[in-house]
């Protein structure tokens, strides 16, 4: 199935979250972490960028994957259980590609924010 804007947006949007189930159910298990703190922007270059759309589309997989489990899910702990599973294959294709998750989640800060920078990952992705 080609890859579509929808499910790239899908990824962005998994991308920028890509810490949070394991901070949220890292959160329920001890004492509260500090808040971590906001990705810094990463102005990738072109082969970074050619990583980052790969990435994004094992990250795309994954989400469309578990998404049904997820919502089929019976209780908090069966979602969280699916988040936390998510996770780790979403860090570990990111990870693939030769990323940490801090950088990944700075080149999504840098796509949201940078409209010259989203057409040209979208041309990326369209190609």
Excluded: C, H, W
């Excluded at 920028?16 to 972490?33: D, E, H, I, K, R």
């Excluded at 994004?56 to 994954?62: D, L």
């Excluded at 979602?79 to 990111?94: F, G, H, P, S």
Aim: charged content about 20%; proline content about 6%; glycine content about 2%.
């Amino acid at each position: 199935m080609p890859f579509s804007i929808k499910r790239f947006s899908t990824a962005i949007f998994f991308a920028a979250t890509l810490g949070a189930a394991s901070t949220l159910s890292y959160a329920q298990q001890t004492t509260p972490p500090a808040a971590p703190a906001a990705p810094e922007i990463v102005q990738p270059t072109d082969e970074q960028l050619e990583r980052y759309v790969a990435a994004a589309r094992k990250v795309a997989e994954v989400a469309q994957e578990y998404q049904p489990q997820l919502e089929q899910a019976e209780d908090q702990a069966a979602q969280q259980q699916i988040m936390q599973e998510a996770d780790e294959k979403m860090v570990a294709a990111v990870e693939a590609d030769g990323f940490s998750v801090e950088e990944y989640n700075g080149i999504s800060l840098a796509i949201q924010q940078d409209s010259e920078l989203r057409q040209k990952v979208e041309q990326m992705v369209n190609q």
